[in-house]
Structures are given as C-alpha cells and as structure tokens.
C-alpha cells in the first residue's frame, strides 16, 4: 500500500482533529445535560412541578399541558423541559416584561424550543444583538407598506389560478395541503418574482415540510442530538437544508448577476429590495446573510400563512352567518372587480374576522425567549440559561380579558366591541411584540385578506356530512392534527354581481 502523500495527510489529520473537538463538545454536552437533568430547580424560581420532567407531556399533547399548568400553578410556572429550566408565563404583565420592558434580556439564542440550525442560519428569526439590529434596518424597507402592495396583484392572480384549476368542481378538497402549495407559489412570486411555481418551489414546499417535522422532534426530546451527528433523522435533515440552499443560492447568484447588468428588468421582488438595501456604511448583504434572510422568510412566510388560511376556513364553515356577513361585504366592496389591496382596507369585517381567528388559533401558540443574564419575572429569580415560554394562545383564551373567551365573534373587533382595549392591554400577541414583533405581519394580512376574499366570492364553505371539525395539533406551530376536509359549493350569484354559474363554470371562474 502506498505512502499517503503529505497534503492528503494533512487533511486527514485536520478531519480527525475537527471531529475529536465536535465529540469532546457532544460529551461535554451531554453531561451538562445530565447535570441538569439530577440537579433540582435553582432557589427562588417560580412554583411548579419539581417532581419529574416535562418533556413527555408537552409532547404528547401541549396544549393540555400548558393549561393544566396554568390552572394548577397561575400566571408563572417553573418546571424541567427536556432537562432544562422552563418558566411559563402567561399573564398580559408578565408577557409584556419578556416581549418589550426586558427585551435586551429575553433573546433568541438558547431557547428550549428553537435551538440553533443549519436553516434558519443566523436570520432575524434566531438572530440577536448587533446582527439581529443590523439585519432588522436593513430588512426594514421590503417590507414597509408600500412594497407590500406591490405583491397583491401577484397575490390575486395565484389565488385565482386554485379556484380555477383546482376547485371549480367544488366538492370536498383537503384545503390545508392546497394551502400549503399556494402559499409556497405567493412566498415564491413575492421573493424571488417567479411567475410560476418551478421544480424548484416544489422541492422547497417538501424540504421546508421535512424541517419542520425534524425540529418538532427536537424540540422535545430529553438529549439534544447535534445536527453533525449522523443519525438516520439528522441526515434526511441536512438532505433538506440542502436542497433548500441549491435553491436559493443559486437564486441570489442570478438576481446580483441581472442587477450587475445595466438591461436587467427592474424586478420588485422581495430578494431584489434586499439585494439593494444599504446600511449607514453603505454596506449591503453578503450572499450568507441573504441566504439566512431568504430561507427565513421561506419558512416562516410559508408554513404559519398556510395554517392561518386553513383556520379561518373551519371559522367559516362552523359559521355560517358569519360567512355570509363577510360575504356580503366583500360584494359591496368590490362589485365585480378582482380584489386589490385599496380594497383590503375597506373590508372592515373581513380584517375582524381575521384578528378573532388568530385569538382563537394563532399558528405562534407559544414563544421562547431565553435569559441571557440572570434577572427578575415579578417576585421570582431566574438565572442566565432559563428559557421563558409565553403562549399567545392561553392569553387569547383567557376569560379574565376576553368576554365570552371561547365563542367565535368577529364584531368584539367592529366598533363598540371590547377587543380594541384588550389589544391594548398585552393581552393579545399573535405576531409577537416589542422590537422583535413579526416583519411579516402586514405581509401576511395582505395575503391572507386577498386569498379569503377570493374564495368567499366564489364558494359557500361547509363540513361535510358526517365529518367532525379539524382539531389543532400543536407542534412548532398550532397546526391541523390532520387533513382539513371542506365541502366548497360554487355561488349562484346573480347576473349583476357575477356571470352565473353553470355548465361553463371552469371558464367563468378565475379567469381574469
């Protein structure tokens, strides 16, 4: 056998020297890990259960968890997650304390629930600090008002294409996974300004499905296992992470090479705005950070507009009355015109209903920040490391500041309803709070006003016979437990609103 020559050596060495210091960091992991696991939750923490570890109960089914916790131990509850010291808190006072007065304490990095990943890379989702601050300037101004509005044409006219091609038949559809494939196809036109959705955005729909399911998993298990590590489920992981960033890299590498051109269209996309942003220096995004940008935005953009759509879909379904309210509105408002977003601002009931189906289902049912110093919740200390989880979803729910908690009604947010005030009170986060509120929020109002208003002119929504109501499973995100089943009949509108439905339905609908 031959010698091994001397640059082949030296990268052998480097790979055996690389791979000893990640083993050494996954011991000295691991017995922290322990450590935490046998040691008993620091003095002064908030009361909770001290006797057993959390993890299996928030997985098997959290939001009965988080209520039990709730009502058996108040506002602010410790425990152990997964070995690590948790705290829920789930008053409007304490969630205000985390989200704005203790801002610069409560960050990203070291949640129980998000740890850091090869996905989200170093992106305003997960970022903090300096990089979070820069990133958040410069982020800033693709998504201000009026480049928001920009992407409601394209909104429209991927929303008519469903209804066209997909649901003109009416019948049953299994709304949540068309959801799904309309949402990657806007987040792709409003990113990248694809006209359709590629082989690309297809391979992004199924890597972005198959993270999520990976960080599910990780997000309650007793041991963190590093993402190097290469276990059958960490590999099929960085499988998707890598398509994902084939994609988007290449996507980057092709707008910088148009914009270096002087007779490259000017595109109004979301990576073009980002591609121009400048900070005070001058200085822009490196493709790294782009790509961070990108692929947050992918996800989060993608995933929780999805849910929220599929929500609002069983709102409608379980109340007739209100969807017909809606719709009545949205014929005065629009006529026979397509929906753009002058529009959106008139549809004073369509925006209520919206805000009442993220206080019932807000895809963020629950937000980790962790300590980075030690500090004070009220009366109770906690130490640098503990991850503090606030639950939109409880303070929704909470008949202490919202009348009549559980019932569906959109008018509380109409004129002379109560849910202004509580809004006001920090009783109400579906899009988080304080600077690190959502960029995205108007964005996903928009899209999800547009997309609404579409399917209402066009479809009565109702349950099948003989099939219950979807339930939430919450996981990362306050998902459907399983398919969202839906009966659309099409509307026999009358001449003056709307040709009428008939034999011709397929070339009626959606075709503008």
């Keep these: 056998m031959g010698a091994i020559s001397t640059p082949n050596l030296q990268l052998l060495t480097a790979l055996a020297s690389h791979c000893l210091l990640r083993s050494q960091h996954a011991v000295h992991s691991s017995r922290q890990q322990l450590q935490q696991l046998t040691q008993p939750l620091p003095a002064g923490f908030p009361p909770g259960p001290r006797e057993y570890d959390l993890a299996w109960d928030l997985a098997r089914d959290p939001l009965h968890c988080l209520e039990s916790l709730r009502a058996s131990y108040g506002d602010l509850v410790g425990f152990k997650l997964a070995s690590r010291p948790i705290v829920l808190a789930s008053s409007?006072?304490?969630?205000?304390?985390?989200?704005?007065?203790?801002?610069?304490?409560?960050?990203?990095?070291?949640?129980?629930?998000?740890?850091?990943?090869?996905?989200?890379?170093?992106?305003?989702?997960?970022?903090?600090?300096?990089?979070?601050?820069?990133?958040?300037?410069?982020?800033?101004?693709?998504?201000?008002?009026?480049?928001?509005?920009s992407y409601a044409q394209a909104m429209v006219k991927v929303s008519n294409k469903m209804v066209k091609q997909k649901w003109w038949r009416g019948g049953v559809r299994d709304v949540y996974m068309d959801f799904n494939e309309l949402t990657i196809e806007i987040v792709a036109s409003a990113l990248f300004g694809a006209s359709e959705v590629s082989e690309d955005m297809v391979e992004v729909g199924a890597a972005i499905s198959s993270a999520f399911q990976f960080f599910t998993r990780s997000a309650t298990s007793m041991f963190i296992v590093p993402e190097w590590f290469p276990t059958i489920d960490n590999l099929q992981y960085k499988a998707a992470v890598t398509r994902l960033d084939n994609v988007v890299y290449r996507l980057i590498a092709e707008r910088r090479s148009q914009l270096a051109s002087s007779s490259a269209p000017a595109h109004q996309d979301l990576l073009t705005?980002?591609?121009?942003?400048?900070?005070?220096?001058?200085?822009?995004?490196?493709?790294?950070?782009?790509?961070?940008?990108?692929?947050?935005?992918?996800?989060?953009?993608?995933?929780?507009?999805?849910?929220?759509?599929?929500?609002?879909m069983v709102m409608l379904a379980l109340h007739p009355h209100i969807q017909e309210h809606l719709f009545k509105e949205v014929v005065e408002v629009l006529g026979s015109q397509e929906p753009t977003h002058s529009h959106v601002s008139q549809l004073s009931y369509m925006e209520a209903f919206i805000w009442e189906t993220l206080r019932l289902m807000p895809p963020a049912y629950i937000v980790g920040r962790c300590a980075c110093h030690s500090t004070h919740l009220g009366e109770w200390h906690l130490p640098v490391g503990t991850t503090v989880l606030v639950s939109p979803y409880l303070l929704h729910r909470d008949p202490t500041f919202w009348p009549r908690a559980l019932e569906f009604d959109p008018s509380r947010w109409q004129p002379g309803g109560d849910a202004k005030e509580h809004m006001e009170n920090d009783s109400y986060w579906p899009f988080g709070g304080g600077p690190r509120n959502c960029i995205g929020m108007g964005f996903a109002m928009l899209e999800v006003s547009l997309v609404l208003v579409t399917i209402v002119k066009h479809f009565k929504i109702s349950l099948p016979e003989g099939v219950p109501a979807p339930t939430p499973r919450a996981m990362i995100t306050l998902r459907p437990e399983s398919q969202v089943n839906l009966q659309l009949t099409p509307r026999q509108q009358s001449r003056g609103q709307q040709h009428q439905v008939n034999g011709r339905l397929k070339e009626q609908i959606g075709c503008t």
């Design 92 to 149: 409007p006072s304490y969630a205000r304390e985390v989200f704005i007065t203790q801002s610069s304490t409560f960050v990203k990095a070291g949640t129980a629930f998000f740890p850091g990943s090869s996905l989200a890379g170093n992106g305003l989702l997960v970022s903090d600090g300096d990089t979070w601050k820069r990133q958040r300037r410069l982020s800033n101004p693709a998504f201000r008002k009026a480049a928001i509005n």
């Design 273 to 312: 705005r980002l591609l121009r942003a400048r900070d005070e220096d001058d200085s822009g995004m490196d493709d790294q950070t782009l790509r961070d940008e990108l692929m947050t935005l992918l996800v989060a953009g993608q995933e929780t507009s999805a849910i929220l759509l599929s929500w609002s």
